[in-house]
C-alpha cells in the first residue's frame, strides 16, 4: 500500500470515525466538544514559534515528561504545542503541565486536516514519540522542511513482520521523511533500517524511559501515602492491567491472603472505562475493598484498593513492596516495567513482553524482573517474595541500579533539538 491508496482509504472510512467520534462524545465528556481537534481545528493562539511533540498516549506522555520539562526551562521563548490521540493521554498532559504547553489532539492524518493544523502553528521542529508513524503528517511536515525526529523508537520483531509484509512501501516512504530516528537499542534500529531507513538516519540513544524523574515531592507523597494506607501492611500493586487479566490477578490475592492475611493489593487498570467493571469483580469475588476515588483510606479488613484515578500509578507503585505489571499474562506485549524498577521495587510480568523484549531482557539479566508463565506462577512467584524479604530487597535495588546505569537519553535528544533549532 502506498500512502495515496492509504489516504483514499482513510476517506472511505472517515464517516465511520465521525459516528465513533460522536458515540463516544455521547458516553464521555473526555471527547464532547473537541471532535473539531480531530480536524485542524485548534482552539489556541500561537504566539511564540513552535516545537510541537506527539506523545500519543498515557505512557508515551509521562516518558516524554522530562524531556517537556527540560524544554520548556531551555525553551522559554518557544510555545510547546503537545498533542495526544487519546483523552487518558490528554489528562496526563494537562496534569503534568497545565497551562505550560499548549494541547489538542493531533488531527486525523488526513491530507486537508493536517495541513490546516501545520499551517495554524508553523513548527520550527517536530518531535514524535516511539512509533507514532502517520504518511501524510510525515509527508506534509517534509513538504514544510520540518526537522522531525522519532525519539525514543522502538521497533518490535512482530510490528517490524507485520509492517514489511502489509505495508513495506508505505513504511519505507515515511522513514525517509524522518530526519532522524533516535532508536531505544540497537535491535530496534536495525529493524528500522530492515523496514527502509536510511543508516545515517540513525542513532542509538537508549530509552528516555530510564529518565524517569523521581521528585522529592513525589517521594514526600508516597511517603505520607504509605503512612496513611499501610503503615504496618505488606502492599502489592498490580498496575496496568487488562480484561481476563484482573481477574487472574483477583485469584492470585485470594489465594496469597491465606498466607498473608493482610497483604493488601492496589489494582489500577489500564483504561479508565473499565475502573467500574473491575470494582464490580471486585464485589463478585466478595473483597473488602475501597475506590481510590472515594478519598477513603483503607481500614485493616480492607483487601484491595481499586486505582480508578488518572496518572497515580508511579505513586501507587511507591507505596508497594512488590509490581506486577500487565498485559503480560495476556497477548498484550505487556507495559514499561521500569518505573516501578526506578522505585526499587522487584518487578514481575506474564510472559508476552513483546512491546518491550530489549528492556525486559536486560532487566531479567539485572535480576530485577522476573517474567512468570500463569496465575498459578504468578502467585507462587509473589509469594516467595514476600515469604523472602531479602530476595525482595535485593530484586528491587538491582533493578533501581540498573535504571540509573542506563540514564542520559534525555541529553542526547536535547543536543538533537539544539542544533536543528540553531539552523531554523
Not at 516524554?64 to 510547546?80: F, R
Not at 524511559?209 to 514526600?220: G, V, W, Y
Request: hydrophobic share 40%.
Amino acid at each position: 500500500m502506498n500512502r495515496i491508496l492509504y489516504t483514499l482509504f482513510f476517506y472511505l472510512v472517515t464517516p465511520l470515525i465521525l459516528v465513533y467520534l460522536g458515540y463516544r462524545a455521547f458516553r464521555s465528556s473526555d471527547y464532547r466538544g473537541r471532535i473539531g481537534e480531530r480536524f485542524g481545528l485548534i482552539n489556541f493562539d500561537i504566539t511564540k514559534p513552535v516545537i510541537l511533540i506527539h506523545s500519543v498516549s498515557v505512557g508515551e506522555t509521562i516518558a516524554a515528561t522530562p524531556l517537556i520539562k527540560k524544554l520548556l526551562s531551555k525553551y522559554p521563548d518557544h510555545q510547546l504545542v503537545v498533542t495526544t490521540s487519546t483523552p487518558t493521554g490528554s489528562v496526563t498532559v494537562k496534569k503534568a503541565f497545565g497551562d505550560a504547553v499548549s494541547h489538542c489532539y493531533l488531527p486525523l492524518d488526513l491530507p486537508d486536516s493536517m495541513q490546516r493544523f501545520l499551517t495554524k502553528l508553523k513548527p520550527q521542529l517536530c518531535i514524535i514519540m516511539e512509533t507514532e508513524l502517520w504518511p501524510n503528517m510525515l509527508h506534509q511536515l517534509r513538504q514544510a522542511e520540518v526537522p522531525t525526529l522519532l525519539a525514543n523508537a522502538r521497533m518490535s520483531a512482530k510490528s517490524a513482520t507485520g509492517y514489511q509484509s502489509k505495508a513495506a512501501p508505505l513504511m519505507q516512504e515515511m522513514l525517509s521523511n524522518l530526519t532522524q530516528v533516535s532508536a531505544q537499542f540497537e535491535s530496534d534500529g536495525q529493524r528500522f533500517v530492515e523496514l527502509g531507513l536510511a543508516s545515517e538516519k540513525l542513532t542509538i540513544s537508549g530509552s528516555i524511559k530510564f529518565d524517569l524523574l523521581i521528585s522529592p515531592q513525589l517521594i514526600a507523597q508516597q511517603t505520607e501515602l504509605k503512612h496513611q494506607w499501610a503503615p504496618h501492611r505488606p502492599v502489592w500493586v498490580a498496575g496496568s492491567t487488562h480484561p481476563d487479566e484482573d481477574q487472574q490477578v483477583l485469584q492470585t490475592h485470594q489465594q496469597l491472603l491465606q498466607q498473608h492475611p493482610d497483604l493488601l493489593l492496589i489494582i489500577v487498570p489500564r483504561h479508565p472505562e473499565r475502573f467500574e467493571g473491575v470494582a464490580q469483580l471486585c464485589h463478585s469475588m466478595a473483597f473488602e475493598f475501597i475506590k481510590r476515588s472515594s478519598g477513603q483510606a483503607p481500614e485493616s479488613t480492607t483487601q484491595v484498593v481499586v486505582g480508578d484515578t488518572m496518572g497515580e500509578l508511579l505513586l501507587m507503585c511507591g507505596i508497594a513492596d512488590v509490581a506486577f505489571i500487565g498485559g503480560s499474562l495476556i497477548e498484550r506485549g505487556g507495559h514499561n516495567p521500569l518505573e516501578p524498577a526506578a522505585l526499587g521495587k522487584p518487578v514481575v510480568m506474564g510472559q508476552h513482553v513483546f512491546n518491550f523484549s530489549d528492556i525486559c531482557d536486560k532487566l531479567i539479566a539485572a535480576n530485577g524482573l522476573t517474567l512468570v508463565n500463569d496465575q498459578a506462577q504468578l502467585t507462587q512467584h509473589v509469594l516467595g517474595l514476600f515469604d523472602d524479604r531479602t530476595t525482595m530487597l535485593t530484586m528491587g535495588h538491582n533493578g533501581q541500579q540498573f535504571v540509573k546505569s542506563n540514564q542520559g537519553t534525555i541529553n542526547r535528544l536535547l543536543d538533537w533539538v539544539e542544533n536543528h533549532l540553531s539552523c531554523a
